[in-house]
């Protein structure tokens, strides 16, 4: 208190510092105003206002056909031989494409950079012809040594490609990624002359042009310009930065902002130029799905990536007409550790298959229009529909239940369920929690982990005892869902070994044709439902908000839509 | 001051050194690594993968590497955006999330120092009551409904603004209005609390007698006083305005630092988690120092000691 104690009327060196105090406050507060309102005003505004926005989507036929989607998250990069998500994948299809690509209406494999194709007789050697006005976006010719010269590339051990294993059905790919093979030249890829290409393969693969038309793994990148940037199989380098990146597909990148958004325009260069009726797509990293369904609202968005739950009643309610709910080629299941008491004994894992009123979560619980799943494999993959499928009551449930010696569930340990911590995950595990303990008996106790630590739970430790998990394809083809579940595979995890199932799955690709190979893979899923190593739950359905003035768009099985044939209507 | 400023700034380098060494082993025992997917990588590319970031040589190796490499100013490559570095990425974004935090600081303030000191001012009057709840309603509506809320409003209901996005200087509006109005509710609280404080010292009823305004009183004699606890909270509360922008940086498509510093540990991108926790550990200790150094200055009964 002792400096505040002056004296009436004397003007202290306190009060003179109090007052030079005040004022520093108010005028830093003033200066933070100002300064923010310079920097704010600073920036160079590289958006429209809405207004200006509403402007442009409103104006007649000669305003620019800009379609702005909403892409999940930001891109690790964009590079088709180093990604691996799926907003990466949205972006590789505007910016390359492959020797064959997807039809825009069922994605089966139609003429992409190759304008034809030839397959021997023993399904081994694949020769592509390379369209003579194929030219990346910088206007040079792609060609069938620089295609080599990719596949190189994404085998390399120096790029340490994730997904350099779906090129392994070549010869010496996969001891070329492993460093037994050094000479490229001694494996299965081959430049005939400029514009043709030899892949010999290891083994038939008849699904292997769907891989080519679906996956970026296999796209053809331009060496002249990565290797401007640094060396072939260097990674990290500058290529793919706006003003350097060269792509091959009907866009190009204008402007990538971190976080903010990824402009690709119309690549004048593409083969099919003609075609391509947008003049450029935005993509939005929206990694918040409230964020993303209002942005959706006022206008900022054309297309969302995906929509939030609780909102899929009201859209179906107030705009039917932008609500799109389609089947995605994916399946929801719970993977049984099968070296776990009880789930040891099949009859125990098909009981609580059974017990699950899949139609009664659909409508309550998940609300997507998902459908019901009675098999792994996703009935009407490529024409392929399973025959075998979980079918029983109750009375059949509890009875196999009785037969392990589990009458009524008595005796039988809880079962652990683990999950990735996410509400909607949790939602299911309970009402599947209460239908297994009302039907059953069976106590289940639900553990969830952040997702990197129940990944590493799933694929290394191997610490659980039933898991929620899903599969989505990455091609159009049965395979996709019965493959992972043969022995050693990375992603079977359930430690449920089968030799018959091996040996059927190496029969499939051997088969003469797809009616053969459908045949095998009913013997597989038969398999799969009597041994029950995975309770599949639903499959997936993908749901967007579209706005009715998007033209071209047609649902397919895994949500791509080949951005050459979308138009936006006035 | 200057020997007090330059003792506290030693004192920052061994604990900046023993958050970087916690936080190096920590991320590494999280299990799940870099390159854990829910498609599982054969084991071949990973070891690939590790080799070409270094991973497969021992921990305490790769401390020493990471240490070196800090002491060059190289925080090294990010894992998840592999063609940037994470100098680059924290060169883009912390500017945006500076430009975020003093604006809205600067709201902040000028809401908060206002309300607070009206409050004090007409206590138990309907003004206080007013600024009073209305600083308790900032306090318990979180960002996450606040922002949101104004979207609603003024996005969507008007169409003035953008949804979300960080392109013109109309989209600073509502994200800096959302993480204002937060810290300012805590402001004017503060404020009234210290203002009612000092209003009811001797030197203020002295002032009075004296025949000074109400405007003379306020501002020129107990502003000074009454602002102290919220100086010592500015502290933390710029930090945390800096820091703690996850929320506001997601729900408005925002690209700040505060996302990456959360993400980061998510997709267990080590060098990123390590970048973001220097810089804002450094944020943290120097803010705290400028606050005692402020704070010493504005309240004469604490010394430089």
Known sequence: MRNFDTPLGCTSLNSFRKLSSIRSVVGFTCLLTLGAL????????????????????????????????????????????????????????ALFEGLVTEDPKDLHPIPGLADRWEISADGLVYTFHLRANAKWSDGTPITAPQAVESYQRMLSPGLGAEYAYLLWFAVGAEDYTKGKLTDFSKTGFKALDERTLQITLKSPTPYLLKIIASHYAWTIVPTHVVKKFGKLDEKRTAWTRTGNHVGSGPFQLKDW??????????????????VVKLDAIEFF????????????????????????????????????????????????????????????????????????DRESLIKNITRGGETPAYSVSYPGTAGYFPRAKITGDLALAKQLLAEAGYPDGKGCPPIE?????????????????????????????????????????????????????GWIADYVDPHVFLEIWTTGNGNNDTLWSNA??????????????????????????????????????????????????????????????????????? | MLRFTFRRLLQIIPVLWIIITATFFMIRFVPGGPFTAEKAVTPEILRNLEAHYGLNKPLHQQYFDYMGSLMRGDLGPSFKYPNRTVNEIIGDKL?????????????????????????????????????????????????????PLLVLTF????????????????????????????????????????????????????????????ARVVFKHALRGGLLPVVSFLGPGIAGILTGSFVIETIFQIPGLGREFVN??????????????????????????????????????????
């Open chain 1, 38 to 93: 310079l920097t704010g005003c600073g920036k160079k505004d590289s958006s429209p206002s809405p207004a200006a926005k509403t402007n442009t989507t409103t104006a007649p036929s000669a305003t620019p056909q800009i379609w702005r989607v909403g892409n999940g998250a930001e891109p690790q990069d964009l590079d088709p031989q180093t990604v691996t998500g799926v907003p990466e994948h949205k972006l590789m299809m």
């Open chain 1, 257 to 274: 902002a971190p976080q903010q958004k990824i402009t690709v325009v119309r690549n004048p260069h593409y083969w099919d130029a003609a």
């Open chain 1, 285 to 356: 990293p929206t990694e918040d799905l409230g964020t993303e369904e209002r942005m959706f609202r006022t206008g900022q968005l054309d297309m969302t990536y995906e929509m939030p739950a609780n909102k899929i009643d009201t859209y179906r309610k107030e705009r039917p007409e932008a609500l799109k709910v389609d089947p995605w080629l994916g399946v929801y299941f719970y993977r049984c550790n099968v070296t776990r008491a009880p789930l040891t004994d099949k009859r125990v894992r098909r009981a609580l298959a059974l017990a699950i």
């Open chain 1, 417 to 469: 369920l683990l999950y990735n911590t996410q509400a909607n995950h949790r939602a299911i595990a309970e009402a599947i929690q209460q239908m297994w303990r009302k039907n059953l008996g069976v106590e289940i106790t639900l553990r969830n982990e952040e997702w990197k630590v129940y990944l590493n739970t799933q694929h290394v430790t191997k610490d659980y005892t039933l898991q929620r998990a």
């Open chain 1, 500 to 570: 018959d199932y091996d040996r059927l799955f190496q029969a499939a690709l051997t088969a003469k044709n797809d009616t053969e190979r459908y045949e095998i893979y009913q013997k597989m899923d038969a398999i799969l439902v009597d041994e029950m190593p995975v309770i599949p739950i639903y499959f997936y359905t993908k749901v967007h908000a579209v706005s009715p003035r998007v033209k071209g768009y047609y649902p397919t099985l895994l949500d791509n839509h080949p951005y050459k044939h979308i138009y936006l209507e006035n």
């Open chain 2, 95 to 147: 500017p945006t999330s500076l430009e975020l935090g003093f604006i809205s600081l600067a709201v902040a303030l000028t809401i908060g120092i206002t309300l607070g000191t009206l409050a004090a001012v007409k206590r138990n009057s309907w003004l206080d009551y007013v600024c009073s709840s209305t600083a308790m309603i900032g306090i318990c509506v979180p960002t996450f409904v606040l922002g």
């Open chain 2, 155 to 214: 996005a969507i209901r008007f169409q003035w603004l953008n949804a979300s996005g960080w392109y013109g200087p109309s989209d600073r509006i509502l994200p800096c209005l959302t993480l204002g109005c937060v810290y300012a509710a805590y402001i004017a609280r503060l404020t009234r609390g210290g203002m009612l404080e000092v209003l009811n010292q001797d030197y203020i009823r002295t002032a009075r007698a004296k025949g000074a305004s109400e």
């Open chain 2, 264 to 305: 980061s540990a998510f997709n267990r991108d080590y060098t990123l988690v390590l970048g973001t926790v220097i810089l804002y550990a450094s944020l943290i200790v120097i803010l705290n120092l400028v606050v005692d150094v402020v704070q010493i200055w504005l309240n004469p009964k604490l010394k430089f000691e």
